[in-house]
């Protein structure tokens, strides 16, 4: 049984920073690729930062230079620091993970097979 659930969401002005965590039970992030996507209503889920089991990095162009993935493997832990939020960052973001060993940090949906439930950021101008 495979949970992850995501916590760190909330509402900021434009500018302000968040950071949002995973927290993961029966699976192990320092063994797999991990990610965090966002989906915006009537968008398509979009990647935007992703991490393999050696720390190699992806990043969306969007997001380049203001997020920062990163993992606690001590803790089994998946954040996101998000700096210098925008209103176009506004959407629901959702952890996951892949179910292979060896991969590549990839920013496409159907690279992952486990998904959390999702934590709503709201950006305000």
């Known amino acids: 049984q495979v949970q992850l659930v995501e916590s760190g969401g909330g509402s900021v002005q434009a500018g302000g920073s968040l950071r949002l965590s995973c927290a993961a039970s029966g699976y192990l992030f320092s063994r797999h690729c991990t990610a965090w996507f966002r989906q915006a209503p009537g968008k398509e889920r979009e990647g935007v930062a992703a991490?393999?089991?050696?720390?190699?990095?992806s990043y969306a162009d969007s997001v380049k230079g203001r997020f920062t993935i990163s993992k606690d493997n001590a803790k089994n832990t998946l954040y996101l620091q998000m700096n210098s939020l925008k209103p176009e960052d506004s959407a629901m973001y959702y952890c996951s993970g892949g179910s292979t060993t060896y991969c590549r940090a990839t920013l496409h949906t159907y690279d992952y097979n486990y998904w959390g439930q999702g934590t709503q950021v709201t950006v305000s101008s």
């Open positions: 991490v393999d089991r050696y720390g190699s990095t």
